[in-house]
């Protein structure tokens, strides 16, 4: 069965860090770009980060870039999100997925598998 499983979510206070993790399992890991999403509560989900096969080209949201860092290690089927200097805006379900694309997409409909999503509320 395929399977994307966030972890690392929580409550964290403004300036703060967190480090979420997506494990896959049941799809071939490498051959997908794998991509960060996240909604809150009354708004559309956005594309936050997603990262190439083989560790290519990145995309960042410009409400992230430069705090956000998105990783992949293929060898454990895992990609990260470490997420720096936290604003309360940040606060959402973050959700990670995977798409069977050499390059990244900022299109939620262009990814094939999606985690359940993890909570990430950062308090002011």
């Known amino acids: 069965e395929v399977q994307l499983v966030e972890s690392g979510g929580g409550l964290v206070q403004a300036g703060g860090s967190l480090r979420l993790s997506c494990a896959a399992s049941?799809?071939?890991?490498?051959?997908?770009?794998i991509g960060w999403f996240r909604q809150a509560p009354g708004k559309e989900r956005e594309g936050v980060s997603c990262i190439d096969v083989n560790d290519g080209s990145t995309y960042y949201a410009d409400s992230v870039k430069g705090r956000f860092t998105i990783s992949r290690d293929n060898a454990k089927n895992t990609v990260y999100l470490q997420m720096n200097s936290l604003k309360p805006e940040d606060t959402a379900v973050y959700y990670c997925a995977a798409a069977f694309s050499f390059a990244c997409s900022r299109l939620a409909r262009d990814y094939d598998y999606w985690g359940q999503g993890t909570q990430v509320t950062v308090s002011s």
């Open positions: 049941g799809f071939s890991f490498d051959d997908y770009a």
